[in-house]
C-alpha cells in the first residue's frame, strides 16, 4: 500500500478527486509504542504495517488485545472490493494511520478538523469490529432484531415472558464492541456490573454520526448480511439498522421501567421483580452511554454528553472529537492557529468556543437541553457534559424542526469568565401560565388525546436538586433547602417529577400545570421577589411525518426560562431550562378566558406581555 499525499485541487499522484472508501476503527489504547506499553517485552517482535510515501512510523498494535497485523492487510483489501451490486469497489482508502502522522501536532489538528469532509465524501464508510468474528455478529444483531420484534410483543403478555425477555436482552446487549460504531465494549461481560467495566472510543462517535449508512464488519472484514425470515438477504447491516433497533428496544424499556420500580416497592422480597427492574435500568443505560440512542436521534445536541463517556487520552479531544460533527473547527484545529501554544487551550475554553459557535447557529435548538448537573456560575448559557436532550411531547424530532428564530445570541467576558448575552422579547412565566390555563378546546376541532394534553411543556434543569453538592451563593442555598422542605403540599416542585422514570420528564397533562404553578410560588417565596420570566426562543410548526404538505400543523413557541439569583439590575439571569407551548391546533387558534392570550400565545412576539429584554446569562 502506498500513501499519496494531498495536493490542490484534490489531486493525489495521477489522480484527481477519486472515489474513496474510509474505515472506522479504534485502536488508540491498544497501541504498543506508548509509554507504558514499551515495558513490554513480549511484544518486541510485532510490527505494524508497511506503508510506502509516508516518513512516520506506523502504530504497533497489540495483537492479543485487539488484532494482528494480518488482519489489517486483510481489511485493506476487503473494503477496496464491492459490497454489492451497487457498486463496483474502490481503488482508494483513506486509513488514518496512512494519512496522519499521529506525532505532528499541527498536521494532525488539520486532519481533525477535516473529518466531516473526509467521510462525508467517502464513497462507502466500513465500520471495523475486531472483537467479534463473523458468525457471532451475524448471530448477535439477528438475535438482537429478533429481540427487539419480540419486546413489543412479549410487553403485552404476563410478567414471567417480559422478564425473561428482558434478561436475555440484557445479556445481549452486553457483549456488544464499541470500536467504530459507537457501541461501548464490556471487557467482563459475564461478570462485574457494565458501569464498572466499560472502556470507550471517543473519536468513532463523530465518525458513526456523520455516516449512519456505514457497513458493519467484522474481524475477518466481509460485509454481514440480515436474515429475513431465517434466510439471508442481499442487504449489508449498516450502523443506522443497528440504532434503530436499538432505538425501539430503549422505548419500550423506559416506558415499563417506572412501573418495574413500583412493582419492587411494593413488594421488596420479590428477588424476581427486583431482578427485571435492574435489567430494565441496566438496558436503558447502556444505550445511552454507549450513544446509540443518540446516534438513532441524529440529534448532534446530543452527543456531547455521551462523548464523556469515551476514552480518549486527553481531555480535550471531547471537544476536538465532536466539532466537525457541527461542521466546526476550533482550538488548535483553526487554520494558521498552529503556531500557538496547545497549552492555551483546555477543555473549558474549548467547550465555551464550542457553545459560543452554537448559540449563534442554532439559537433555538442550542437550548433544547436539560443540564442534570447544576452548571458551573456563567455556564449555564451553553451546552456541557451533563447535557441531555429529552423526548418533547410533539411528533417532530427536535433536530428536524424548522424553527423560526426570535431571540440573538452572543457571549462577552465578565472577570475573565466567559457570559451568555440574549437580546430578545420575555414575558413573565405567572402571566404566561395563566394564559395557559385559561385555554377552551373545541371537540369538533381538537382530537382525544390533543384535549387531554397541556398546551404547554415545561422541563427543568436540575439546578433544582437537592442531591448536588452545587454551592453558587445564598439564593442557590435557600432555593435547594425549600424545595428539599418541600416535599408535601402544594409546593411540592420536586414531587411532581416521575423520578420512577429515568427521563425525568413530566409530560403533557394534568401535572404541567402543577408543575408550573410550583415553581413560580417556590421561586417568588424563596428568592425575595426576584424575576422569573420566559424568553421568546422562537416558534416551530409541527409536521406530521409522511403527511401530505397541504394540512395544517400544530404551532408552538419555544422560551427559556430565566431567573436572577438576587434582586439588583445587574446581577446576571440564571436558565432554570426550557419550555414549549402550542398556540395553533391544525390551523385552529383555541378561545380563551385570559385577555391576554391571543397577545402571549399568539404570533406577536412585541404585543402586550411581551418586553424587550437584553442582558447576561449564565
Known amino acids: 500500500m502506498t500513501s499519496l499525499e494531498w495536493q490542490p485541487g484534490n489531486i493525489y499522484g495521477d489522480h484527481v478527486a477519486p472515489a474513496y472508501s474510509a474505515v472506522s476503527y479504534t485502536w488508540g489504547r491498544y497501541a504498543l509504542d506508548i509509554p507504558r506499553a514499551k515495558r513490554q517485552k513480549n511484544y518486541k517482535h510485532v510490527r505494524g504495517i508497511e506503508i510506502k510515501g509516508i516518513d512516520w512510523p506506523v502504530p504497533r498494535i497489540n495483537p492479543d488485545k485487539h488484532f494482528h497485523v494480518d488482519h489489517f492487510y486483510n481489511l485493506i483489501e476487503q473494503t477496496c472490493?464491492?459490497?454489492?451490486?451497487?457498486?463496483?469497489?474502490?481503488?482508494?482508502?483513506?486509513?488514518?494511520?496512512?494519512?496522519?502522522?499521529?506525532?505532528?501536532?499541527?498536521?494532525?489538528?488539520?486532519?481533525?478538523?477535516?473529518?466531516?469532509?473526509?467521510?462525508?465524501?467517502?464513497?462507502?464508510?466500513?465500520?471495523?469490529?475486531?472483537?467479534?468474528?463473523?458468525?457471532?455478529?451475524?448471530?448477535?444483531?439477528?438475535?438482537?432484531?429478533?429481540?427487539?420484534?419480540?419486546?413489543?410483543?412479549?410487553?403485552?403478555?404476563?410478567?414471567?415472558?417480559?422478564?425473561?425477555?428482558?434478561?436475555?436482552?440484557?445479556?445481549?446487549?452486553?457483549?456488544?464492541?464499541?470500536?467504530?460504531?459507537?457501541?461501548?465494549?464490556?471487557?467482563?461481560?459475564?461478570?462485574?456490573?457494565?458501569?464498572?467495566?466499560?472502556?470507550?472510543?471517543?473519536?468513532?462517535?463523530?465518525?458513526?454520526?456523520?455516516?449512519?449508512?456505514?457497513?458493519?464488519?467484522?474481524?475477518?472484514?466481509?460485509?454481514?448480511?440480515?436474515?429475513?425470515?431465517?434466510e439471508q438477504s442481499h442487504t449489508p447491516v449498516t450502523l443506522g439498522a443497528l440504532c434503530s433497533v436499538a432505538q425501539t428496544l430503549k422505548e419500550v424499556v423506559d416506558d415499563k421501567q417506572p412501573s418495574a420500580l413500583q412493582d419492587w416497592e411494593l413488594d421488596r422480597d420479590n428477588s424476581v421483580v427486583l431482578k427485571r427492574w435492574k435489567y430494565l435500568s441496566e438496558v436503558s443505560t447502556m444505550l445511552t452511554q454507549r450513544g446509540l440512542s443518540a446516534l438513532a436521534s441524529r440529534n448532534p445536541m446530543a452527543l456531547y454528553h455521551v462523548a464523556q463517556y469515551r476514552h480518549t487520552r486527553n481531555d480535550k479531544d471531547r471537544v476536538y472529537g465532536i466539532q466537525q460533527i457541527f461542521a466546526l473547527r476550533l482550538g488548535e484545529s483553526v487554520p494558521g492557529c498552529h503556531d500557538l501554544d496547545p497549552k492555551v487551550f483546555n477543555r473549558f475554553n474549548l467547550e465555551d468556543q464550542l457553545g459560543a459557535a452554537l448559540v449563534q447557529q442554532y439559537p433555538v435548538a442550542s437550548q433544547l437541553h436539560n443540564l442534570t448537573e447544576p452548571a458551573d456560575r456563567g455556564s449555564g448559557w451553553r451546552i456541557n457534559a451533563s447535557s441531555t436532550v429529552p423526548k418533547l411531547d410533539i411528533k417532530s424530532n427536535i433536530w428536524n424542526l424548522d424553527f423560526q428564530a426570535r431571540c440573538n445570541f452572543s457571549t462577552q467576558k465578565v472577570g475573565g469568565q466567559q457570559w451568555g448575552v440574549f437580546d430578545g422579547y420575555a414575558c413573565d412565566l405567572a402571566q404566561l401560565a395563566a394564559s395557559w390555563s385559561s385555554l377552551r378546546y373545541d371537540p369538533s376541532t381538537d382530537s382525544t388525546t390533543a384535549a387531554r394534553r397541556s398546551p404547554q411543556q415545561v422541563l427543568l434543569d436540575d439546578i433544582l436538586s437537592t442531591t448536588s453538592e452545587y454551592h453558587d451563593n445564598d439564593a442557590i442555598i435557600r432555593l435547594r433547602t425549600a424545595i428539599s422542605e418541600s416535599d408535601h403540599g402544594e409546593d411540592n416542585l420536586k414531587g411532581l417529577f416521575n423520578y420512577h422514570d429515568s427521563r425525568r420528564v413530566v409530560h403533557r397533562g394534568q401535572r404541567q400545570p402543577l408543575l408550573t404553578s410550583a415553581l413560580i410560588r417556590l421561586i417568588g417565596r424563596t428568592l425575595r421577589g426576584a424575576p422569573l420570566v420566559v424568553l421568546l426562543l422562537g416558534s416551530f410548526a409541527d409536521v406530521e411525518k409522511g403527511g401530505p404538505a397541504t394540512v395544517p400543523n400544530d404551532k408552538y413557541h419555544v422560551g427559556l426560562i430565566l431567573t436572577r439569583l438576587g434582586t439588583e439590575a445587574k446581577t446576571p439571569w440564571k436558565r432554570l431550562g426550557f419550555c414549549i407551548w402550542q398556540y395553533e391546533y391544525k390551523g385552529v387558534i383555541p378561545s380563551s378566558d385570559a385577555c391576554l392570550h391571543p397577545d402571549l400565545l399568539g404570533d406577536e412576539d412585541q404585543s402586550a406581555g411581551w418586553k424587550h429584554l437584553s442582558d447576561t446569562f449564565g
Open 81 to 230: 472490493k464491492p459490497v454489492d451490486g451497487a457498486d463496483c469497489g474502490t481503488e482508494f482508502l483513506w486509513l488514518d494511520v496512512a494519512c496522519i502522522d499521529q506525532n505532528n501536532g499541527p498536521q494532525k489538528m488539520a486532519e481533525i478538523g477535516r473529518q466531516a469532509v473526509i467521510f462525508q465524501n467517502a464513497a462507502r464508510v466500513f465500520i471495523w469490529l475486531t472483537t467479534f468474528c463473523a458468525d457471532k455478529l451475524t448471530h448477535v444483531i439477528d438475535t438482537l432484531v429478533q429481540s427487539s420484534g419480540k419486546h413489543m410483543e412479549t410487553y403485552q403478555q404476563e410478567y414471567p415472558v417480559r422478564y425473561r425477555q428482558v434478561e436475555y436482552t440484557s445479556c445481549l446487549l452486553r457483549q456488544f464492541p464499541d470500536a467504530a460504531m459507537s457501541v461501548a465494549k464490556a471487557n467482563k461481560p459475564d461478570s462485574s456490573p457494565p458501569s464498572a467495566t466499560l472502556a470507550y472510543s471517543l473519536w468513532t462517535l463523530q465518525e458513526a454520526f456523520l455516516c449512519p449508512k456505514a457497513y458493519l464488519v467484522p474481524l475477518e472484514a466481509s460485509p454481514i448480511y440480515q436474515h429475513v425470515q431465517q
